[in-house]
C-alpha cells in the first residue's frame, strides 16, 4: 500500500521555512495547454503577494494552444531573483497530466520535495504514430502505482473524475489547487478569497466546493489511495509485445493502369509509380500492412499478406 | 579557490533595497515583462507606437493598445521595418515615438536602423527588442546586443519586470539627451515572467517643433560623412553617462570574487552566489568603462556573466582587463540557476553539491501540433501527395515539418519561401514540383516584392498563399488582410487576389481548404501551368479571432478497419483507441477538440467517420 509519507512533518517544514527564512518557497505548476496551469500559478501568486511576500511567476507562452507542455514557476519570499526554479529545488510539484509530472519530477528536491499528481493521462498523437501491428503506444509506461512508492511525499489523485462526481467537469484544477493549499501556510480563507476573484462569477461556488473536495482528498489520502491506485492500474494496460510482424504486399503489375489511387492514398507514402507508370513498393520497411491499397485499388491488383497472430487477437 | 565561497564572506551582498521598500507599497502589481514595458512607455509619454508581432515581443503592443486611445496610437505595422520607419518618422515630427519587435525583426528593421542612428531623434526614440535564447520560438538565436553596436546604438537590459519598467521610461530621456535611438533588450524570460511592479503616472509632454536641418535629417553622402564622427563623440559621452549613472551598480561583496552581469543573468548570478562582489551593468553598449576597471582592481578574480555572445566580456578585455566569462559559461542556450551554478562550479567558484532525482523518467515527446480542425493540414495532406518540393515560411505551417504531414524541406526567413522556390526553379535541379507555401500575414510582410521577382523573372513555381485571416502563431493578431487595427477598428481588407493579379500573376484560383478534393485537383493543375501560378487557400483559423466549435465527428468502430489514414492530417483529436482490428489500433475522435471540419471523414476509405448525432 503506497503511503504519502511524513506528510504531517513536511507540512511544518515548509510553514517555517515560507515566511522567516531568505530563501523562497518554489512551487511548479505542470501539465498541458488548456487544463489550467496558469491559473493554478496565478491564483497562487495573487495569495503570495497578499500577504506580503515577492513573488515571481514565470511560463513560456506560445504553445499551449497547440498540444505542447505547459510549466509554471512560481516562486515567492522575501526577495526573489531568478524567475525559474533550479532544477532540484521545486518544494512542491503540482502535475495535471501524468506524463508531464514525470517530465518534471527531476526538478523536484529529493527527500523533501512534494509531488501532488492527478492520473488523468492526455495521450498525444505523437505516442500513437507507430502503425505496426500489435506497436505500443509510446505513452510513458511508469504506473501511479510504481511513482508513489518511489518518490516520498507523492500523493496521486484522479482529479478529473472528482470534479466529475461534483457536477464541475472543467473545475480539476481548482481541486489541485485545494490539494495544494494543504502543503503552503495560508489560511483556507484567503485562499478561498482569491479563487473567488479569478473564476467566472457564476462559478464561484462549485469552484470553492472543487477547493474544499481537493483539501479534503489529501487530508484523507490513505484511506482514497485503494481507488486511486485501482485507476492507475487500469489504465496501465492496453500495451502489445510487438512481434517481428513481415507484412508481404503482392503487386500483380499486368492489372495496373497506373490511376496512382493507391500511391496518392498510401498513409505511409511508401507506393510510387515506376519508369513504366506501374505501382512498386519503394519503402517495404515502412509498409504497416494497414490494406488500405488494397481495399482501394479498382483493378483488385494489390493483395496484402500479414501473418496471423490468433492467440493476440482481442 | 575551489572552497565553497558562501563560508568564507562577512558581509551578505547588498540587497536591492528599492525593491523592498517599493514591495511595502499596496499599490506593486504583478506585471508580465512586456506588460511592464509597455506601462514604461506609456508613462514616458509616447504618442506613436509601431510593431509586428514576434514572439516573445507580441504582448508589449496588445499591452500599450489599452491604455487611452488620445494618449497613444497603438499600431500593428505591416512589418518590422515599417514599424521602426513609423516610430522614426513620429520622434522626428517632434513626439516621443516607440517600436517593438522579437530579435530577428530587428533584421528586417536593421536597414532603417543603422542610417538612422546617423539622423538621431527629435522627441524620444526606444526600439523594444526581445531576444530568444533557448530558442524557444523563433528560428535562431542571436544577439541583439552585437547589432546594436554596429548600429552605435546604446541597449538598456533590465533584469525584471520593475527594471522593464523603470528603464524604458529612462531610454526615452537617454535617447533626447544623447541624439539617439535607444535600444531596450528582453528576452524570453524576462518578457513572459510577471513579477511585482510600481507604476506612475504619464509625463504630460508638449510634442516639439521639426527641426529644419536637413544636414542631420536628410543621409546623402555629405551629410553622412559629417554625421558619423558625431556617432563616435556620442558614443564617448554615453560611456561617460553609463560610469557616472547609479544605472551601474557595484554590490559590495567577496573581495576573492567578482561577477559582472548584465539583464537577466543578474537574477541567476544573485540566485546562485549571493555573496560575491556583483558589478551589475545596465549596459552592455556602451560599457562603463571606468567602473568596470575600478571593479576589476577590487577583487581578485573576474567572472562575466552573460547570455548568448561574449559581448561584454570583449569589451572588457579590449580595455586590457583580465577577465574570464565564455571559458565556463556558454555560448549557446538560455541560462538557467542550474546551469550557472554548473559553470562556477566548473571555474572552482563553488562546490559541486547535488542530490541526484528521486526518479528519472524519460521524457515523453509531446511536440506542439497543427489544431484541431486546423484549415493548413489539408494543404500539406495535398502537397505530400503530389510529391512537391515545398519551400516553407515562418508561421503554425512550420508545424507541418513533423510527422506526420512531414511536408516542408525549407525554412529560412520571414518571406523566404518565394524567393527560395524561385532559386529552386533557377536552378534547374529538381525534377518535383516547387511549391512555396506562405502565411497570409508573413505574405504581406515580405512575400510581396519575391513574387514580383518570380514573375519578374518567369520562375516556374506555384505559391500557396495560406489564408487563415489573422496572424495565428503568435495568437492571432490583425493585419492588414483582416480587416482589423490593433484597436479593433474596421478598416479595408488586402484583397490578396487583385494584389496578386495585380502583380502580373495569370494563374489564380481561391480553394476552401476544407474542401480536400478541390485542393488536391487545383493543386494538380497549378503545377501544370508553365510559370507563377497563385492557389489562395482560404480559411478563418479556428482559433482566432474566435474559437470555432460545430458538430464534432464520430468513428464508428464497426466500420473502421485502422488503417489510420485519417491520422494523417496529424488531427490532435484523433487518437487510437482500445480497440484492434488487424493488430491495429481503430481510431478514436475526442468530441471536445473536434470543432468539425470533416477533414478526417474525407479522408477515410471505409466511410467509417460519422457527424454526431444525438
Known amino acids: 500500500m503506497p503511503q504519502l509519507n511524513n506528510e504531517t512533518k513536511h507540512l511544518e517544514a515548509i510553514v517555517k521555512s515560507a515566511p522567516l527564512e531568505e530563501i523562497p518557497t518554489n512551487v511548479l505548476v505542470v501539465g498541458v495547454g488548456g487544463q489550467g496551469v496558469i491559473m493554478i500559478s496565478k491564483v497562487l501568486a495573487a495569495l503570495c503577494q497578499e500577504q506580503g511576500f515577492d513573488v515571481k511567476q514565470s511560463e513560456v507562452h506560445g504553445m499551449a494552444k497547440r498540444g505542447g507542455s505547459v510549466f509554471s514557476h512560481v516562486r515567492f519570499g522575501r526577495q526573489v531573483f531568478s524567475p525559474t526554479i533550479p532544477k532540484g529545488d521545486a518544494d512542491i510539484l503540482v502535475a495535471l497530466e501524468w506524463a508531464e509530472g514525470l517530465r518534471w519530477l527531476p526538478y523536484l528536491k529529493p527527500e523533501k520535495g512534494i509531488f501532488i499528481g492527478d492520473t488523468q493521462r492526455i495521450v498525444p498523437p505523437f505516442a500513437c504514430r507507430d502503425r505496426r501491428r500489435f506497436a505500443a503506444s509510446g505513452y510513458v509506461q511508469e504506473s501511479v502505482d510504481q511513482v508513489i512508492r518511489l518518490v516520498p511525499n507523492s500523493s496521486a489523485m484522479d482529479a478529473v473524475a472528482m470534479a466529475r462526481e461534483l457536477g464541475v467537469p472543467k473545475a480539476a484544477n481548482t481541486i489541485l489547487l485545494g490539494a495544494l493549499s494543504t502543503t503552503l501556510n495560508f489560511e483556507e480563507a484567503a485562499w478561498k478569497s482569491v479563487i473567488a476573484r479569478f473564476v467566472p462569477p457564476k462559478t464561484v461556488d462549485a469552484n470553492l466546493q472543487a477547493f474544499d473536495s481537493g483539501r479534503a482528498w489529501i487530508r484523507n489520502f490513505d484511506r482514497q489511495a485503494d481507488s486511486a491506485m485501482e485507476a492507475g492500474t487500469a489504465l496501465d494496460s492496453g500495451a502489445w509485445p510487438m512481434e517481428q510482424d513481415q507484412t508481404w504486399v503482392e503487386i500483380n503489375t499486368a492489372w495496373c493502369k497506373s490511376c496512382d489511387i493507391c500511391v496518392k492514398l498510401c498513409p505511409e507514402r511508401c507506393l510510387a509509380l515506376d519508369d513504366q507508370q506501374l505501382v512498386q513498393l519503394i519503402k517495404p520497411e515502412a509498409c504497416t500492412g494497414c490494406r488500405v491499397c488494397e481495399r482501394l485499388c479498382p483493378d483488385f491488383a494489390i493483395n496484402i499478406h500479414t501473418p496471423a497472430f490468433p492467440e493476440l487477437r482481442p | ?614
Open chain 2, 1 to 614: 579557490m575551489g572552497k565553497q565561497m558562501t563560508e568564507t564572506i562577512e558581509t551578505a551582498a547588498v540587497k536591492s533595497p528599492q525593491t523592498l521598500e517599493k514591495l511595502e507599497k499596496a499599490q506593486a502589481k504583478p506585471m508580465m515583462g512586456n506588460e511592464a514595458i509597455a506601462r514604461g512607455a506609456w508613462e514616458a509619454g509616447a504618442k506613436v507606437a509601431s510593431a509586428y508581432p514576434g514572439t516573445p515581443s507580441t504582448e508589449i503592443l496588445e499591452s500599450l493598445a489599452t491604455y487611452p486611445a488620445e494618449d497613444i496610437e497603438a499600431q500593428w505595422a505591416t512589418n518590422e521595418k515599417v514599424a521602426y520607419d513609423v516610430a522614426t518618422g513620429a520622434s522626428l515630427s517632434g513626439v516621443r515615438a516607440f517600436a517593438a519587435m522579437k530579435h530577428v525583426g530587428l533584421n528586417v528593421a536593421a536597414d532603417a536602423l543603422m542610417s538612422q542612428t546617423y539622423i538621431g531623434v527629435n522627441a524620444g526614440l526606444v526600439i523594444a527588442v526581445c531576444d530568444d535564447p533557448g530558442i524557444h520560438s523563433s528560428q535562431n538565436e542571436q544577439d541583439t546586443r552585437l547589432l546594436a553596436q554596429l548600429a552605435m546604438a546604446p541597449v538598456l537590459e533590465p533584469s525584471d519586470a520593475q527594471e522593464a519598467l523603470d528603464f524604458t521610461r529612462l531610454a526615452f530621456e537617454v535617447s533626447e539627451e544623447f541624439d539617439t535611438p535607444v535600444i531596450l533588450r528582453s528576452n524570453t524570460r524576462l518578457s513572459h515572467t510577471r513579477s511585482l511592479v510600481n507604476v506612475g503616472e504619464r509625463l504630460q509632454k508638449k510634442p516639439n517643433n521639426f527641426i529644419d536641418d536637413r544636414k542631420k535629417s536628410v543621409m546623402i553622402p555629405l551629410h553622412a560623412r559629417m554625421r558619423h564622427p558625431i556617432l563616435l563623440e556620442r558614443e564617448k559621452s554615453l560611456t561617460k553617462y553609463f560610469n557616472q549613472s547609479d544605472l551601474t551598480r557595484w554590490e559590495k561583496g567577496s573581495t576573492e570574487i567578482g561577477i559582472i552581469t548584465v539583464g537577466i543573468s543578474y537574477s541567476y548570478v544573485k540566485e546562485v552566489l549571493p555573496s560575491a562582489s556583483v558589478l551589475k551593468l545596465a549596459s552592455s553598449y556602451p560599457l562603463a568603462e571606468e567602473r568596470v576597471r575600478e571593479f576589476c582592481q577590487s577583487v581578485d578574480r573576474v567572472i562575466v556573466v552573460e547570455e548568448l555572445e561574449p559581448v561584454v566580456e570583449n569589451s572588457v578585455r579590449l580595455l586590457g582587463l583580465e577577465v574570464e566569462g565564455k571559458s565556463f559559461f556558454p555560448r549557446v542556450g538560455e541560462f538557467s540557476p542550474e546551469l550557472v551554478r554548473e559553470c562556477f562550479e566548473k571555474a572552482g567558484v563553488l562546490e559541486a553539491n547535488r542530490q541526484p532525482p528521486v526518479l528519472e523518467v524519460p521524457p515523453m515527446p509531446r511536440p506542439p501540433l497543427l489544431c484541431s480542425g486546423c484549415p493548413h493540414s489539408s494543404s500539406y495532406m495535398a502537397l505530400r501527395a503530389i510529391n512537391a518540393r515545398v519551400a516553407g515560411d515562418i508561421g503554425c505551417y512550420t508545424l507541418s515539418v513533423m510527422e506526420p504531414l512531414h511536408a516542408l524541406d525549407t525554412t529560412v526567413a520571414m518571406g523566404s519561401s518565394i524567393g527560395n522556390a524561385v532559386g529552386m526553379a533557377k536552378g534547374g535541379n529538381e525534377e518535383r514540383p516547387i511549391v512555396a507555401t506562405i502565411g497570409d500575414s508573413t505574405f504581406l510582410h515580405a512575400g510581396i516584392p519575391p513574387l514580383i521577382d518570380a514573375v519578374y523573372n518567369q520562375a516556374n513555381i506555384t505559391v500557396m498563399l495560406l489564408d487563415n485571416h489573422t496572424t495565428a502563431m503568435t495568437g492571432g493578431q490583425d493585419h492588414a488582410g483582416t480587416g482589423k487595427t490593433l484597436r479593433g477598428e474596421s478598416v479595408e481588407r488586402v484583397d490578396f487576389e487583385q494584389l496578386v493579379r495585380s502583380i502580373g500573376v495569370k494563374w489564380v484560383r481561391k480553394t476552401d481548404s476544407y474542401n480536400l478534393g478541390q485542393v488536391y485537383q487545383i493543386l494538380r493543375e497549378a503545377i501544370k501551368f508553365k510559370g507563377v501560378s497563385v492557389i489562395i487557400s482560404d480559411r478563418p483559423c479556428v482559433l482566432d479571432p474566435m474559437k470555432i466549435k460545430g458538430t464534432p465527428y464520430q468513428a464508428v468502430l464497426e466500420s473502421c478497419t485502422g488503417c489510420q489514414s485519417c491520422m494523417n492530417l496529424g488531427c490532435p483529436a484523433i487518437n487510437w483507441s482500445d480497440e484492434m482490428y488487424d493488430g491495429h489500433h481503430k481510431v478514436t475522435i475526442d468530441q471536445a477538440q473536434c470543432m468539425g471540419c470533416s477533414l478526417c471523414a474525407q479522408v477515410c476509405s471505409e466511410d467509417a467517420i460519422h457527424l454526431v448525432t444525438n
